[in-house]
């Protein structure tokens, strides 16, 4: 066994100090080869530090060396040493057999600092020296593909003639560009070739968004059923799978979808909106108003629900449980306009006149140029004998429709009152 092979069976047992008493030897009296081998062992395991003391020994020897350099600098990176990676890398000109390698170096060290156009600039200069390498292709399209530039992310891909790089489908990546990009057609081939070589939860997902996108809401279903069997705990792909089935206007299988992910998910409030909006479309309101306070028990804020529930609540006539929800969303530190036209109809519902003119006057601020809130207003004031008032309203109802009959009547009558 030689000394390398010693200090390596050293380190993988934890025998930190006999392995550096046989690195120290090595350093001292080591042959060049040597040390070269010995340092890519140490920084293989880690010990980066080590070996850049290496390099350092000999470089000294040979400072023409430009790979000693180069591997001087990837241990520098390692370590997140960044500006003593650059110095190095700097060193290594065109004429280098390991200025690509460099250039590739470069352009992650100044995309870790955010310094995009530097990197693409470093990625670029890469490409023009060794326009067939593959590896720089490939680093090319995940720099876009990261950037959101999906077209030329896409034109970087098909350069590439391997299926995978580094662990990454390149179908599957093509697949993202123009899902990503809004071209849902054109990604479903590359989702579809990507599952032929593995059924995993990821792609599945992303191969059912797509084709919910594509308005393939069969499919979608298809693939989100089978995601779910692979995953349960997948949360997201209930929420879609119940948007697929309900744009297939299977309400029932849509409800049941929902009803499925909130067992797994019991705390999302956008599958519990979802479930009651379903199940006020299939006809149970009772179903369909226990789900949205559930909706809004989770997160007070969350107005969408609040208001679809004010809608349920005004219908069954339950004001002062309307009046509670917009109370509740209120206090949490939201609002919207709705509640005003919400809290004049309660307030009128509960004979609580005087608080529902307050209300409906605020309301009209903001909904009078709305037909439906001019009409609710105009039969309040008409009830409330303010005439004046009531004439106004149905007066601009006219002019919005003058053949609506019952608007003009009621001006007619108005006018004669």
């Given at each position: 066994m030689n000394r390398i092979q010693e200090m390596i069976e050293h380190l993988h047992a934890g025998n930190l100090e006999d392995a550096m008493k046989i690195y120290a030897e090595l350093k001292r009296t080591g042959t060049d080869d040597e040390k070269y081998e010995a340092a890519e062992a140490l920084y293989s395991l880690g010990f980066q530090e080590k070996s850049i003391e290496l390099y350092e020994d000999l470089i000294e020897l040979y400072p023409e060396e430009t790979e000693l350099v180069m591997l001087k600098a990837e241990a520098h990176a390692e370590l997140d040493q960044i500006e003593e990676s650059m110095v190095l890398l700097e060193e290594i000109n065109e004429s280098s057999e390991f200025y690509s390698r460099a250039m590739l170096l470069s352009a992650d060290l100044y995309q870790m600092q955010g310094l995009h156009e530097v990197s693409e600039r470093k990625l670029l200069q890469a490409y023009e020296a060794e326009k067939n390498e593959e590896i720089i292709q490939f680093a090319l399209a995940e720099?876009?593909?990261q950037q959101g530039r999906f077209l030329e992310a896409i034109r970087f891909y098909k350069m590439l003639s391997s299926e995978e790089i580094a662990g990454v489908l390149i179908c599957k990546r093509?697949?993202?560009c123009y899902s990503a990009g809004g071209s849902f057609e054109d990604a479903?081939?590359?989702?579809e070739e990507s599952l032929e070589h593995e059924r995993d939860a990821e792609t599945l997902f992303q191969y059912g968004f797509t084709a919910s996108q594509a308005g393939h809401h069969s499919t979608a279903?298809?693939?989100f059923e089978e995601l779910i069997e692979v995953d349960a705990e997948y949360h997201s792909a209930y929420q879609l799978l119940a948007k697929s089935y309900e744009h297939e206007e299977q309400i029932d299988k849509a409800l049941e979808a929902a009803e499925k992910g909130l067992k797994s998910d019991p705390f999302n409030k956008e599958l519990f909106l979802t479930a009651g909006k379903l199940a006020l479309k299939s006809g149970n309101e009772q179903k369909a108003e226990e789900y949205l306070r559930q909706a809004v028990a989770i997160d007070p804020d969350y107005l969408e629900a609040a208001l679809v529930l004010n809608k349920i609540l005004l219908r069954q006539e339950k004001p002062d449980d309307c009046l509670d929800?917009?109370?509740?969303?209120?206090e949490s530190?939201?609002?919207d306009p709705q509640f005003l036209w919400d809290a004049a109809r309660a307030f009128e519902m509960r004979e609580d006149?005087?608080?529902a003119f307050e209300e409906y006057k605020k309301a009209y601020v903001v909904y009078n140029d709305h037909s439906d809130f001019l009409e609710d207003y105009g039969k309040f004031l008409v009830e409330e004998g303010r005439q004046k008032e009531a004439l106004?309203?149905?007066?601009k109802l006219t002019q919005k429709d003058p053949t609506n009959e019952v608007w003009q009547m009621n001006v007619e009558h108005l006018r004669h009152d």
């Open positions: 720099f876009y593909i093509l697949g993202e479903l081939p590359y989702y279903s298809e693939v929800v917009i109370s509740t969303v209120r530190g939201e609002d006149f005087s608080q106004e309203i149905y007066l």
